[in-house]
């Protein structure tokens, strides 16, 4: 089944404290990216990558990190985390740049103690 | 970079009327223009899209309006049913390809 997947999908963890969310998908894409979305501001796109080891700063990438290191995995890393970090986050995926549908991964919501 | 702006924040219809949600955009080379639906604890998911070299878009009972000249587009929904009932975004992709910007959200409700 063609698909994008998240894990942890609920997480709860204290300030400081290093976590990764991955994202994998099987559709062979070429373009992935994250997204936190928060109530009134939509989806904020964090990073994008349109191809394996080139990633760029979206609109909000202060405080997370990314890899492209292999087509399929696109993981969030959240080296430091803050309470202001606490959202529902978003992987996606496209068959190649942004102009296509993306498709999403199942969420995962992050809360930052 | 991109800025896209939607309204209505909310927006409550009688089942069997229209809906109509607005966005605008503000970089004159977007030339991509999606919508996406979000379900209750779901994610979004892609109803229709437009690209720049057209000027409206139908799916049954969905249809979709671009104005480049103004700068906008719009999401038309006929003879609503209870299932319409989500949040719904639109989003601009500008000329490079390599952003997609989205709008804050609409909320819809089909009162029965």
């Known amino acids: 089944e063609a698909q994008v997947t998240q894990n942890p999908r609920y997480l709860i963890t204290v300030t400081g404290k290093k976590l990764t969310v991955t994202c994998s998908q099987n559709?062979?894409?070429?373009?992935m990216s994250w997204y936190r979305q928060d109530p009134g501001l939509g989806l904020r796109q964090i990073y994008y990558?349109?191809?394996?080891?080139?990633?760029d700063k979206g609109d909000v990438p202060e405080g997370y990190k990314v890899s492209r290191k292999e087509k399929r995995n696109f993981p969030l890393i959240l080296e430091s985390p803050s309470p202001n970090q606490t959202s529902l986050y978003f992987c996606?995926?496209?068959?190649?740049?942004?102009?296509?549908?993306?498709?999403f991964g199942p969420g995962t919501r992050l809360t930052v103690l | 970079g991109e800025n896209v702006e939607q309204h209505p924040s909310t927006l409550s219809v009688q089942e069997g009327d229209s809906a109509v949600i607005k966005c605008t955009y503000s970089d004159s080379a977007s030339n991509y223009f999606p919508w996406y639906k979000q379900e209750l604890g779901k994610r979004p998911q892609l109803i229709i899209d437009i690209r720049s070299n057209v000027g409206e878009k139908k799916d049954q009972r969905i249809a979709v309006t671009l104005n480049k000249t103004a700068k906008h587009f719009s999401l038309h929904i006929t003879e609503t049913q209870p299932e319409d009932s989500a949040v719904y975004f639109c989003a601009a992709v500008g000329g490079s390809a390599r952003q997609l910007t989205f709008g804050s959200g609409t909320q819809l409700t089909v009162l029965p």
């Open positions: 990558s349109m191809n394996v080891e080139v990633t």
């Open positions: 559709m062979n894409h070429e373009y």
């Open positions: 996606a995926s496209s068959l190649t740049q942004a102009h296509n549908e993306q498709f």
